[in-house]
């Protein structure tokens, strides 16, 4: 689906026509629930969250503006829901130090990584991504997994691009680290790391 289709179900859904709503909730569920779970990091947490988050967009739309895209609007929401649900349950936001002294090896990551299994890549690289602070987390996924621009992301946090570049560079630094860390050294030596 894209834009254009976007704005028919919308302005379809602002005349009364609840089943093209439907339609963009099919659409989107996943890539709600997914933001949500990153940072909650609880199923039913972010299934709430989801529906509360589907339940608002009905009660808003007619206020989009639509100087965005519809699903850069949608994770904004999104966003903002799984942090007001975070400080309602006293629950701090995932932190950690993301600068570091350490070189890192990214090209012998990328080496081990491409010898393992997809479904094994897909674990560790979620399982490191998951190690990162709460919002760096959200920006690796929402730039690399859904495939967002900085100037997208920007909109979704409400930060500036140039603060998501850096927070984007400093988190792949960070997660070469992690993955580095996951990998059993032999692995490493053994694909050409030393």
């Not at 929401?77 to 890192?104: A, H, W």
């Amino acid at each position: 689906m894209n834009q254009h289709q976007d704005e028919h179900y919308i302005n379809e859904v602002i005349q009364g026509n609840t089943k093209s709503f439907v339609i963009l909730i099919d659409r989107y569920k996943h890539m709600v629930f997914t933001l949500a779970m990153k940072m909650l990091d609880n199923r039913e947490e972010a299934e709430e969250v989801a529906q509360d988050v589907f339940v608002k967009v009905y009660q808003v739309l007619s206020g989009f503006k639509k100087d965005s895209k519809f699903s850069t609007w949608l994770y904004k929401i999104t966003y903002n829901q799984s942090l007001d649900y975070l400080k309602k349950r006293g629950r701090n936001v995932r932190t950690s130090s993301i600068d570091t002294d350490k070189e890192y090896q990214w090209s012998t990551v990328e080496n081990v990584l491409d010898q393992l299994q997809r479904k094994e890549r897909i674990a560790i690289i979620k399982d490191a991504v998951n190690q990162l602070a709460m919002e760096d987390a959200v920006i690796v996924t929402l730039h690399y997994f859904e495939e967002l621009s900085l100037k997208e992301i920007s909109k979704v946090i409400g930060r500036n691009t140039n603060v998501i570049k850096v927070r984007l560079f400093r988190s792949r630094k960070r997660l070469a680290q992690l993955l580095l860390q996951s990998l059993e050294p032999e692995m490493i030596e053994g694909y050409g790391g030393k």
